[in-house]
C-alpha cells in the first residue's frame, strides 16, 4: 500500500504544472459500479457460500478517479471491494498508475497496474465488461484471481501496423513484482486446515501478449506468457508461532486465444497450461509438509459464444474444461462446466444477468473444500447479477 | 429479364437511399487536424479507442454526442455499434485503466463550439448544421 501510494504521489506531482489549470483542463473523471449476484446450487455449496440455500453473499463495487492533464498522460486509481462468501470482505486497489501514450505504436503505464495476459485477464474483475455472471472457472478462477489480475511494475504497450493484407499487431510487455497477500486465495486450503503465511509471498514476474488483428475484420489470434521466479514465504500456525517456510516454484504460464466479434455475434477460445509446484516445508511433521505441498499440472480451455438477439438482450453459452493432470483419477481431477446465459440491458446504466450451470466433477468451484472426497461429483449451478454503473 | 432489371433497379435505389440516411452525420475536425479525409477503419479505431491518431500522424480526440438520431446514425455507419454497447466497450476501457471517457456534448452547436476550440478534436453533426471554425472530413 506504501508502494501504491508513493508511486500515485510521483505522478500526481509530475502533474503539478497543470495544477493552475481548470478542473475541466485535467479531464478529471469519477466511474463506478456495483454488482450484486445470487447463487444456488444443488448438492455442493460453491465458492465458499452457501449456495445450496442459496447465498446473496456476492457483492462488488469499484470506484475509479482519474485525471488526463496532457492528451498523453493519464494517472488515475480505481478501488475494488469484494464480498464473496467466507472468502473475501475487503477492498483493494485495483490499480493506481501513471500512463504515457507517445503513440499508438508506443506507451508506458507504471505503479501498480493490470497484467494484460490471457483473452480476457484485464477484463475478470470487471463485470460490466461481459456477458457472463460465472466466467469460465477454468482460466479466470475467482478465487485465485487477485494475484493475477496486477502487479507492482509497468507495463509497455502499442499497435503496429503491418499492412493491409496482414492487418496489425498489438503488443504487451510487463515485469516487476507480483503479490500473494496472507490472505490471497491460494493460500485458502492452507488457512482452513489451520495454517497461515503471515507476511504473504512476494517476487519478480515478467511476461509478454501478442494480438493479431487479422485482415479479416473482427478476427484477433494471441498469446501470452507469464514466468515467475522461486518465491518464499514464512508459514506460521494459528497462534503465530513460527513453523517453516512455503515455496511456489518457478513456473510459466502460457494462453493461446481467440476472438472472432463482428456485429451480433462474439466467438472465443482459449487454451492455459498452468504446471506448478508448491512445496511446504515444516521441520518435524513430514507428513503435514507432504499434505500441503503438491504438483499440479492443469490443462484448462473453453469455448464460448454469443449472439445479441436485440439491441438490450445478448444470450451466450460456453464449455470450460480444466484437467489437473497430476491428480488422482475421479472428480477431484477435472471440471467440465456447460453454461447458458442472458443479459438484459435496461439501458447504459443497468443490466441483469442470468446464468445456468451444469458442472460434472470437483476440480473447479470447491478451493476451500479439503477433503474432496465430500464432495458430489456434480453440481448444478444458477447464477444472477445485478449490476449498476457510472 | 425486365423483371430483374426492374427488382435490380429498385434494390439499387434503396441502397443509394440507404446510403444517404447513413451519411446525414457530418464528421468535422479541428482546423489544425492534417487529414482533409479519413478512412471508415481509422474513424472506427479513434472512436473505438484502439487509436489515437490518423495515417497521417496527427494526434485525434474523439467527441461524442450525448444520443439522438445524428448519434445513432454515426455510430451505426462508421463504428457499427448501438449506442448502449458503444459506451460499454468504452467504458471497459476506463475499468481496466486503458482509458477516459471521450468528452461528450449536448447538442451539434456545443460539438462545432469544443471542436473547433480544441486541437485534434474530431466529432460529428448533423449534415445542415452550420459548422463555421472547422473542417470536414469526407470519409472514403
Do not use: C
Not at chain 1, 158 to 182: A, H, I, N, Q, R
Not at chain 1, 365 to 383: C, G, N, R
Request: glycine residues 8%.
Amino acid at each position: 500500500m506504501k508502494r501504491v501510494v508513493a508511486i500515485l504521489a510521483v505522478s500526481l506531482a509530475g502533474a503539478l504544472p497543470a495544477v493552475s489549470q481548470s478542473l475541466e483542463d485535467l479531464n478529471i473523471q469519477i466511474h463506478g459500479f456495483a454488482t450484486q449476484g445470487f447463487l444456488y446450487s444443488t448438492n455442493n455449496d460453491i465458492m465458499t457460500t452457501n449456495s445450496t440455500s442459496g447465498s446473496a453473499g456476492w457483492t462488488e463495487a469499484v470506484m475509479n478517479v482519474s485525471a488526463q492533464p496532457t492528451p498523453k498522460l493519464r494517472v488515475g486509481v480505481q478501488a475494488h471491494y469484494l464480498l464473496l462468501g467466507s472468502f473475501s470482505d475487503k477492498i483493494l486497489i485495483d490499480w493506481a498508475q501513471a500512463d504515457y501514450k507517445f503513440n499508438d505504436r508506443f506507451g508506458v503505464r507504471v505503479g501498480k497496474v493490470k497484467t494484460p495476459w490471457g483473452l480476457m485477464n484485464d477484463v475478470e474483475d470487471l463485470d460490466p465488461a461481459y456477458l457472463w455472471v460465472i466466467l469460465p472457472q477454468s482460466v479466470y478462477n475467482i478465487t485465485d484471481r487477485e494475484s493475477y489480475l496486477s502487479h507492482f511494475g509497468g507495463v509497455v504497450y502499442g499497435k503496429l501496423k503491418l499492412s493491409p493484407k496482414l492487418g496489425k499487431v498489438e503488443y504487451f510487455g510487463w515485469g516487476g513484482d507480483d503479490v500473494y497477500t496472507p490472505d490471497d486465495g491460494a493460500f485458502l486450503t492452507q488457512t482452513i486446515a489451520g495454517y497461515t503465511v503471515p507476511n504473504g509471498i512476494q517476487g519478480t514476474m515478467y511476461g509478454g501478449a501478442l494480438h493479431w488483428r487479422t485482415p479479416l475484420r473482427g478476427l484477433m489470434l494471441g498469446a501470452s506468457d507469464v514466468t515467475t521466479g522461486n518465491w518464499t514465504g514464512q508459514v506460521n500456525d494459528n497462534n503465530d508461532s513460527v513453523l517453516g517456510t512455503e515455496t511456489l516454484a518457478k513456473d510459466s504460464t502460457p494462453s493461446y486465444f481467440a476472438q472472432y466479434e463482428k456485429d451480433k455475434v462474439m466467438v472465443a477460445y482459449e487454451y492455459t497450461r498452468n504446471w506448478s509446484a508448491d512445496s511446504v516445508q515444516i521441520p518435524g511433521y513430514p507428513d503435514v509438509s507432504r499434505s500441503l505441498s503438491g504438483r499440479t499440472d492443469p490443462r484448462e480451455w473453453y469455448a464460448m459464444a454469443s449472439y445479441k438477439v436485440t439491441p438490450k438482450l445478448t444470450t451466450g453459452a460456453y464449455f470450460s474444461s480444466d484437467i489437473d493432470r497430476q491428480a488422482p483419477l475421479g472428480p477431484p481431477r477435472d471440471s467440465l462446466d456447460w453454461a447458458l446465459s442472458g443479459r438484459y440491458d435496461f439501458n447504459q446504466f443497468m443490466y441483469l444477468k442470468a446464468e445456468q450451470h451444469f458442472v460434472a466433477g470437483t476440480q473447479d468451484y470447491f478451493e476451500s473444500v479439503l477433503d474432496m472426497t465430500t464432495l458430489k461429483p456434480h453440481t448444478q449451478i444458477t447464477a444472477l447479477k445485478i449490476g449498476v454503473n457510472f | 429479364m425486365k423483371k430483374l432489371f426492374l427488382i435490380f433497379l429498385f434494390v439499387a435505389a434503396a441502397a443509394v437511399d440507404a446510403n444517404r440516411v447513413r451519411a446525414q452525420a457530418l464528421v468535422i475536425a479541428n482546423p489544425k487536424v492534417k487529414s482533409t479525409e479519413v478512412s471508415k477503419s481509422d474513424l472506427r479505431e479513434v472512436f473505438t479507442g484502439t487509436a489515437s491518431s490518423f495515417k497521417d500522424g496527427s494526434n485525434v480526440i474523439p467527441v461524442l454526442l450525448k444520443g439522438g438520431a445524428v448519434n445513432d446514425e454515426f455510430l451505426a455507419a462508421y463504428v457499427g455499434k448501438p449506442d448502449g454497447a458503444f459506451k460499454a466497450s468504452w467504458r471497459s476501457l476506463v475499468f481496466s485503466g486503458q482509458a477516459s471517457m471521450p468528452k461528450t456534448v449536448e447538442s451539434d452547436a456545443a460539438m462545432v463550439t469544443y471542436v473547433a476550440e480544441t486541437p485534434g478534436a474530431v466529432g460529428y453533426i448533423g449534415k445542415t448544421a452550420p459548422h463555421d471554425g472547422v473542417k470536414v472530413l469526407a470519409v472514403k
